[in-house]
């Protein structure tokens, strides 16, 4: 499985960005996709999470109501759409597929396969 994550770019606080991430190669029954982010000098952290089958989320609570996580079936592409842009949102942002993540989908230890990244600068 092979994750590409893109999107990213340099944005003013208040904006708006599309994050994707499309996937290729084998496929699963179930499983959920998750994003992350990692900002510098930080540990990487969760942001959101959409099961893929049921199209089921989770947010962070600093993202919720700002971001919203959704897929494309036919694409194999997920997506993640951050408004209300901060500059603390910036950061290297991922994402991942877990096969066994749904009873902890903040957990990055159950995801299985990770994209290479998008990194989102955000200006004050």
């Known amino acids: 499985v092979q994750l590409q994550a893109s999107g990213g770019g340099l944005v003013q606080a208040g904006g708006s960005l599309r994050l994707s991430c499309a996937m290729s190669g084998r496929t699963f029954d179930s499983y959920e996709m998750g994003w992350f982010r990692q900002a510098p000098g930080k540990e990487r952290e969760f942001v959101a999470a959409i099961t893929w089958s049921t199209g089921s989320t989770v947010f962070a609570d600093f993202v919720r109501g700002r971001f919203t996580i959704s897929r494309d079936n036919a694409k194999k592409t997920g997506f993640l759409l951050m408004n209300s842009l901060r500059s603390e949102d910036t950061a290297v942002y991922y994402c991942?597929?877990?096969?066994?993540?749904?009873?902890?989908?903040?957990?990055?230890?159950?995801?299985?396969?990770w994209g290479q990244g998008t990194l989102v600068t955000v200006s004050s």
């Open positions: 991942a597929i877990g096969l066994r993540s749904y009873n902890d989908v903040a957990n990055q230890q159950l995801y299985n396969y």
